[in-house]
Nanobody, 124 residues
């Protein structure tokens, strides 16, 4: 399984950014896809999830109303659209899945075997 995150960048407070997670080795059907993040010195924080490519999107309280998770089943890619970014959103962002297909699994989350993430830095 491969989950390749991209789209991270340095962005000013109040700005927007869209992250992508290109998935290979399985399809979304019947599985959850997640976005999580980890800021320096902090633990892994769940950010958003979506089921079966389009159902039951959910968000952490810290991003609700600002972030949107979506997926393109044809491209097997999951997105995280982020608006009104603040410095509190600065972190390394990862995507993960509930699918048990050979990834690096911890609890309900299965990451790519080589967990790389994409860095988002919000700063003026």
């Amino acid at each position: 399984v491969q989950l390749v995150e991209s789209g991270g960048a340095l962005v000013q407070p109040g700005g927007s950014l869209t992250l992508s997670c290109a998935v290979s080795g399985f399809t979304f059907g019947g599985h959850w896809m997640y976005w999580l993040r980890q800021a320096p010195g902090k633990g892994l924080e769940w950010v958003a999830r979506i089921y079966d490519g389009s159902s039951k999107p959910a968000y952490s309280d810290s991003v609700k109303g600002r972030f949107t998770i979506s997926a393109d089943n044809a491209k097997n890619t999951v997105y995280l659209h982020m608006n009104s970014l603040t410095s509190e959103d600065s972190a390394l962002y990862y995507c993960a899945t509930s699918a048990r297909v050979g990834g690096d699994c911890s609890g309900v989350y299965c990451f790519a075997p080589r967990r790389q993430g994409t860095q988002v830095t919000v700063s003026s």
